[in-house]
């Protein structure tokens, strides 16, 4: 089979050749685009979207799971260490992108929130208030695919 391609192409003009060539060429560019790097394109977007979804799902499981186990007389569990460093690490650990903490003394702290999903970030502030942490400003903004930006004061009680 493949010899008679090729005495079919050997058959051709130079002309011919030229066009069946550049036919081969678009043939395997749309089928590289449309085959190969779409699919791969889709796929990435579709597994980041999975990804923020399971983020924003983990902080609303944490934060139902938290107010379970609050304790029925309403106590608060007082953290201990730095205010800037117990805020950095919570956040991070929910899966909010912070932009800047900047401590204003020991027990007062502003920060800048670049990107969370909207249930995300209010489960953590709710999380954070019954570990004795008060929000005393906040300032939320729409970020863009269903997140949002937000600059926030917060200090220990």
């Known amino acids: 089979?493949?010899?008679?391609?090729?005495n079919w192409f050997s058959g051709l003009s130079q002309?011919?050749?030229l066009l069946v060539g550049v036919a081969?060429?678009?043939l395997v560019g749309l089928v590289g685009y449309y085959g190969v790097a779409r699919p791969m394109v889709g796929a990435m977007s579709a597994s980041e979207d999975r990804y923020m979804n399971a983020v924003e799902q983990q902080g609303r499981i944490?934060?139902?799971?938290?107010?379970?186990?609050?304790?029925?007389q309403g106590t608060t569990v007082k953290?201990?260490?730095?205010?800037?460093n117990f805020v950095s690490q919570s956040a991070g650990e929910t899966g909010i992108a912070v932009g800047s903490i900047n401590p204003q003394s020991d027990s007062r702290v502003n920060m800048?929130?670049?990107?969370?999903?909207?249930?995300a970030l209010f489960g953590w502030l709710a999380r954070i208030e019954r570990e004795g942490i008060a929000v005393e400003n906040l300032?939320?903004?729409p970020a863009g695919n269903g997140t949002v930006s937000a600059t926030l004061t917060l200090r220990s009680h």
């Open 1 to 6: 089979m493949i010899d008679n391609a090729r």
């Open 139 to 141: 300032n939320v903004d």
């Open 15 to 17: 002309r011919e050749r």
């Open 112 to 119: 800048v929130v670049e990107s969370a999903k909207p249930t």
């Open 79 to 84: 953290f201990s260490g730095a205010i800037d």
């Open 62 to 72: 944490e934060a139902k799971v938290a107010a379970l186990l609050q304790p029925v």
């Open 24 to 26: 081969g060429l678009l």
